[in-house]
């Protein structure tokens, strides 16, 4: 196969994102058209990619990362359908976060381009939303950021005088700020909580998967440090996150409607992903966060948008039972792996993710039975009733078919 | 001879950072500078191509970042550069003395760099001015290019490619919102 064709499908996954923010930043008008040429191109490369593909020794991606992609483009889809606010970002704001969530997948394996990314991240994003979380949120990625790379560059130099225990202390704790766990991750709560519907959805739906994705992808290099116990490193993030779970579900049940219920849950159904990371369920991971890219964007429309009465129900029925992991939603046959898969790494994390998973169904349930009407409320246009039609559909596919799922969408 | 120059572009490099943090109408020239001359000492230690692409991105992001509204000094912002400067020196040296435990000749190349780098992320984390804190945030993706550099010799192409995020943090701080100052 000649050289271009097989860099063409490259080309496209990388350009099409950067040309898309280009276009945007220069011509917000015509963000609609531009948004869904560049998702039909994105799509066209990713079905001509195979998993596990590279170009060169830079940019690659495997199964798991594909996945992520493919979020990220759901991602940005249903971001861009969204009504979007007064405060919320620009839409050259939403796809240049999701080129960077496209560029973390890719170059995941590359501690430069990923510390790079994240800093333009933090840069970025934290600036569309409530001024003091985002704030804290843009130290929390940054130094996050930058304690990675302290950890990526003392690995790569394999410097003696550095113990192994200070790299994996520089690892894990780089990752926890990164991803926004416990004990940092209330201010990218709150600022979820602020931040328009959006670019809310961009940053848990593009970003947090692609965050994943580099926390999977480095989770290896945790396993080759030569510690007393081995798999220390991987379960200190699962308890963190488990933690994070606990803690954002207890934040939940002071939600006053949709927006802040999905709010917590993109943190909570990252949390959940990352445990399965830590545990190394990386189908339980993949679940969690089909979820998160289905059930919570679908709670951002319910606030904002005033659905036909059918339609509403339906939604409403969806999101409750994504959010609540009740059978059949996909949320449950992830639960339900991440729980399996938690056992082996002990007492402590099975507790805390029944305890955490618990409180979440009564979160949900609260704010259900509080019979929150939508505030603000615009009447739904065609595509956002398209929207609010196709996700629950799509979270009782997947849940009924996980093994599908996990097989076309993430190549496993 | 070249470990001298070498030495003293890397002192330099953190008077620069100094200055751009502590002295307030610097600040437009300064961090560029300290760019410049982490870029300079890649391009004498390590590779002239990545210290080239380097220089290039620093030097594309300070034309591009726009010009600079005019902002009052106040007693607040100088404690905080104050408060990060402190913070990023000591930090720079248990970083050095403790976790890497470098012996002297190492130190004194080290120490410098490491300090840039540690006052930079200060600023990030205790500026509340949204334009400082995206210049030590160029900074420091200056600095992770050259520590990049010369932990991964052969990798010229990545240290290129990461210089191209610098005219994009550029870009993306004049065409999106400047991120308001926090109050308090």
């Known amino acids: ?412 | 001879m070249v470990e001298t120059i070498e030495l003293g572009i890397l002192w330099a490099l953190l008077a620069a950072t100094l200055l751009a943090v502590l002295v307030r109408p610097a600040r437009r020239v300064a961090w560029p500078a300290a760019g410049l001359l982490a870029a300079a000492w890649v391009g004498i230690h390590v590779d002239a191509i990545a210290g080239g692409a380097a220089a290039a991105g620093v030097l594309a992001a300070a034309v591009l970042e726009g010009r600079p509204g005019k902002a009052e000094p106040d007693f607040d912002t100088l404690v905080r550069a104050i408060a990060a400067v402190g913070a990023g020196l000591v930090a720079a040296a248990f970083l050095v003395v403790r976790i890497v435990h470098a012996e002297v000749a190492l130190a004194e190349m080290a120490y410098p760099a490491v300090a840039s780098a540690t006052v930079a992320l200060a600023v990030v984390v205790l500026d509340s001015d949204g334009r400082e804190q995206a210049r030590a945030t160029r900074l420091l993706t200056a600095l992770g290019i050259a520590a990049w550099a010369w932990a991964a010799p052969g990798e010229v192409g990545t240290a290129a490619v990461a210089a191209l995020a610098l005219p994009a943090m550029a870009l993306a701080g004049r065409w999106a919102r400047v991120p308001p100052p926090t109050p308090g």
């Open chain 1, 1 to 412: 196969m000649p050289a271009l064709l097989v860099a063409l499908p490259w080309g496209l996954l990388v350009g099409l994102p950067a040309l898309a923010t280009l276009a945007c930043f220069a011509r917000p008008a015509l963000a609609a058209v531009v948004t869904a040429a560049a998702v039909a191109g994105i799509a066209v490369a990713l079905v001509m990619l195979p998993a596990g593909g590279s170009l060169g020794a830079t940019v690659a991606f495997g199964s798991f990362g594909r996945g992520a992609l493919w979020l990220a483009l759901a991602g940005i889809t249903v971001a861009m359908a969204l009504p979007a606010g007064p405060d919320d970002a620009p839409p050259g704001v939403l796809w240049l976060t999701t080129l960077a969530a496209v560029g973390l997948v890719l170059l995941s394996r590359t501690p430069l381009l990923v510390t790079a990314t994240l800093l333009l991240v933090a840069l970025v994003v934290p600036a569309y939303g409530p001024a003091g979380p985002g704030s804290a949120w843009r130290r929390t990625l940054a130094a996050g950021a930058v304690v990675l790379f302290f950890g990526f560059v003392a690995e790569r130099l394999a410097v003696p005088q550095v113990t192994d225990l200070s790299l994996a202390g520089a690892l894990v704790g780089g990752f926890l700020l990164v991803l926004g766990m416990t004990p940092f991750g209330l201010a990218q709560v709150r600022w979820l909580r602020g931040a328009g519907h959006r670019v809310a959805v961009v940053a848990g739906c593009c970003l947090g998967p692609a965050l994943v994705v580099v926390a999977s992808d480095w989770s290896g290099a945790l396993g080759s440090l030569h510690l007393l116990r081995p798999n220390r490193p991987a379960t200190t993030i699962a308890v963190f996150a488990a933690l994070t779970l606990v803690g954002v579900a207890l934040h939940a049940l002071t939600a006053r409607g949709w927006r802040d219920l999905a709010a917590d849950g993109i943190v909570a159904d990252l949390a959940l992903a990352v445990l399965a990371v830590g545990v190394g369920s990386l189908d339980g991971a993949a679940l969690a966060l089909v979820a998160l890219v289905v059930v919570r964007p679908l709670m951002l429309l319910l606030d904002r948008a005033a659905l036909p009465a059918g339609l509403g129900r339906l939604a409403t029925l969806a999101a409750l039972a994504g959010a609540a992991g009740m059978p059949p939603a996909v949320s449950f046959a992830a639960r339900l792996l991440v729980l399996g898969a938690a056992l082996g790494a002990g007492d402590a994390v099975v507790a805390l993710l029944v305890v955490g998973l618990v409180v979440e169904v009564v979160a949900t349930g609260r704010v259900v039975l509080r019979r929150v009407a939508a505030r603000d409320a615009v009447v739904a246009r065609p595509g956002q009733i398209l929207v609010a039609g196709v996700l629950p559909v799509l979270g009782l596919v997947a849940g009924l078919f996980p093994g599908g799922v996990l097989e076309r969408v993430w190549g496993g």
